[in-house]
T-cell receptor, first 114, second 112 residues
Framework: DGGITQSPKYLFRKEGQNVTLSCEQNLNHDAMYWYRQDPGQGLRLIYY???????QKGDIAEGYSVSREKKESFPLTVTSAQKNPTAFYLC?????????????FGSGTQLSVL | EDQVTQSPEALRLQEGESSSLNCSYT??????LFWYRQDPGKGPEFLFT???AGEEKEKERLKATLTKKESFLHITAPKPEDSATYLC?????????????FGKGTHLIIQP
């Protein structure tokens, strides 16, 4: 079955540590996205990528970094500069990046601080 | 700034008790309005896209409608498996899938 796989499901970060969240898709989609979801807030866009080796900052990119070396993969690194990293992180993809493109989401990674 | 407001924040219904969820928006020149369903601990799942005022779409017990200022998600004779958080998102002019603004969601509980 085609879909988006996020791992791990749960992740704990120590003070000053960088952690990387994995996102893989086998939908052959060009565009991929990272969203952050906090309780009582709407989804907020961190980074997105339309094609391999290219990505753009979203609304809350500070303290995060990404890479897009393969079409299928879009890992997110939460750096030590992100002072409030506890959240539910969602990876998504879409066939293109135009109007009316619906998003396909992974099952998310819950990141907590130790 | 584009805004999306969903109401109520939470809704508890008895099985079979029909109701509606609201999504009001202030985007000028709406390009598309999306409804997603999210189960606890999971990613959102696409339900509908609405493009213009007057448009309606249905899927099983759900019907989405759109006016120039708001969208409603009507749920008819709901079942416990309809319990979830329902998210609304709007797409602004010039915005692609990266230009979505999400509401905070309505947490719906259907009691047997």
């Amino acid at each position: 079955d085609g879909g988006i796989t996020q791992s791990p499901k749960y992740l704990f970060r120590k003070e000053g540590q960088n952690v990387t969240l994995s996102c893989e898709q086998n939908l052959n989609h060009d565009a991929m996205y990272w969203y952050r979801q906090d309780p009582g807030q709407g989804l907020r866009l961190i980074y997105y990528s339309q094609i391999v080796n290219d990505f753009q900052k979203g609304d809350i990119a500070e303290g995060y970094s990404v890479s897009r070396e393969k079409k299928e993969s879009f890992p997110l690194t939460v750096t030590s500069a992100q002072k409030n990293p506890t959240a539910f992180y969602l990876c998504a993809s879409s066939l293109g990046q135009g109007l009316h493109e619906k998003l396909f989401f992974g099952s998310g990674t819950q990141l907590s601080v130790l | 700034e584009d805004q999306v407001t969903q109401s109520p924040e939470a809704l508890r219904l008895q099985e079979g008790e029909s109701s509606s969820l609201n999504c009001s928006y202030t985007v000028s020149g709406l390009r598309g309005l999306f409804w997603y369903r999210q189960d606890p601990g999971k990613g959102p799942e696409f339900l509908f896209t609405l493009y213009s005022a007057g448009e309606e779409k249905e899927k099983e017990r759900l019907k989405a409608t759109l006016t120039k200022k708001e969208s409603f998600l009507h749920i008819t004779a709901p079942k416990p498996e309809d319990s979830a958080t329902y998210l609304c998102a709007v797409q602004a002019p010039g915005g692609g899938a990266d230009g979505l603004t999400f509401g905070k969601g309505t947490h719906l509980i259907i009691q047997p």
